[in-house]
């Protein structure tokens, strides 16, 4: 059998900048190649796929790039990874005495604005809320670290809050809350086509969830063959709740509620609940299949 010599590169997305592209742009321009892969696993692509246009090779993307070797690397990792509690305890509604839940680590500028506005709005003392800073954080929930279920090695050097990808955080915090407030890694999900652990913590922790972002996530759930909850709330707003500018002032309505209302929403919506749980192993399972079939060797 003949030894294969062609020159293949493999660019992965993880930590990519904009001054790293540049370095590898100069590379590439000074190599002959027949092969770029490119890889997207746990980070989004590389923005902008076009520029790889003016070399003269095959192009092969995975991951989180559209298109044939597309794969949902989180939802894989999340499914064997999470440690969630038990269906019981997840479903028990008497337990929601608390409006909303927003947990953020890293301030990138979409987090920011929305604590910005739920801060002005005085809304984070009615809400389980925290945010990362430089050498501060805040958190306005039970902290336990004999049971907060901590990633391995998680730091709370850098953001001053663990990174905690997972378990869904203390069982008490969880319990307590009624919708998941989710700002992803990236603003613009279907720009990007990547998302974390963040949309899926929800999914898998059975509560209703709204999403920050340009269309509230509503097509990338659609797509992927979730439901959203953005039309769950007309019995107390008018507003459009996949419109992220609403999103601080629909909590304020939501806010204004009784934890009777909160536990009889939370069963009212405990069959679209149900459905994206269940959906999620469907989500992953084809996801496996992918791998199976050798979607990785194929490249």
């Given at each position: 059998?003949?030894?294969?010599?062609?020159?293949?590169?493999?660019?992965?997305?993880?930590?990519?900048?904009?001054?790293?592209?540049?370095?590898?742009?100069?590379?590439?321009?000074?190599?002959?190649?027949?092969?770029?892969?490119?890889?997207?696993?746990?980070?989004?692509?590389?923005?902008?796929?076009?520029?790889?246009?003016?070399?003269?090779?095959?192009?092969?993307?995975?991951?989180?790039?559209?298109?044939?070797?597309?794969?949902?690397?989180?939802?894989?990792?999340?499914?064997?990874?999470?440690?969630?509690p038990t269906m019981d305890q997840l479903t028990d509604a008497s337990k929601i005495d608390t409006a909303y839940m927003c947990l953020n680590r890293k301030p990138h500028w979409h987090r920011q604005k929305l604590y910005n506005e739920l801060q002005s709005l005085?809304?984070?003392?009615?809400?389980?809320?925290?945010?990362?800073?430089?050498?501060?954080?805040?958190?306005?929930?039970?902290?336990?670290?004999?049971?907060?279920?901590?990633?391995?090695?998680?730091?709370?050097?850098?953001?001053?809050?663990?990174?905690?990808?997972?378990?869904?955080?203390?069982?008490?915090?969880?319990?307590?809350?009624?919708?998941?407030?989710?700002?992803?890694?990236?603003?613009?999900?279907?720009?990007?086509?990547?998302?974390?652990?963040?949309?899926?913590?929800?999914?898998?922790?059975?509560?209703?969830?709204?999403?920050?972002?340009?269309?509230?996530?509503?097509?990338?759930?659609?797509?992927?063959?979730?439901?959203?909850?953005?039309?769950?709330?007309?019995?107390?707003?008018?507003?459009?709740?996949?419109?992220?500018?609403?999103?601080?002032?629909?909590?304020?309505?939501?806010?204004?509620?009784t934890p009777q209302y909160w536990q009889a929403k939370y069963l009212a919506l405990q069959e679209k609940i149900l459905y994206n749980k269940h959906h999620f192993t469907d989500h992953v399972q084809h996801q496996w299949i992918k791998i199976k079939q050798g979607?990785?060797?194929?490249?």
């Open positions: 059998m003949a030894r294969d010599t062609s020159r293949t590169v493999v660019i992965n997305s993880v930590w990519y900048s904009t001054e790293y592209h540049q370095q590898v742009l100069a590379w590439l321009r000074n190599n002959q190649l027949d092969r770029i892969v490119l890889v997207a696993m746990i980070d989004a692509a590389i923005p902008r796929p076009e520029w790889y246009a003016e070399f003269d090779c095959e192009v092969v993307s995975v991951g989180y790039y559209p298109g044939d070797h597309s794969l949902d690397f989180c939802a894989v990792f999340v499914n064997k990874f999470l440690n969630a005085d809304l984070l003392p009615h809400g389980m809320v925290s945010m990362g800073g430089s050498g501060t954080a805040t958190r306005s929930l039970v902290v336990d670290t004999d049971h907060d279920n901590l990633a391995p090695n998680a730091s709370r050097e850098h953001y001053g809050i663990p990174n905690d990808i997972v378990s869904l955080g203390h069982v008490e915090n969880w319990q307590r809350h009624f919708v998941n407030i989710v700002t992803e890694t990236f603003y613009d999900i279907n720009r990007t086509g990547f998302v974390s652990e963040k949309i899926y913590k929800p999914v898998v922790g059975c509560r209703p969830f709204l999403v920050y972002d340009p269309d509230g996530g509503t097509q990338w759930l659609r797509d992927h063959g979730f439901e959203s909850y953005v039309t769950d709330f007309r019995d107390i707003t008018d507003l459009d709740l996949a419109m992220p500018d609403n999103l601080a002032d629909f909590l304020v309505v939501l806010c204004e509620q979607i990785l060797c194929q490249v």
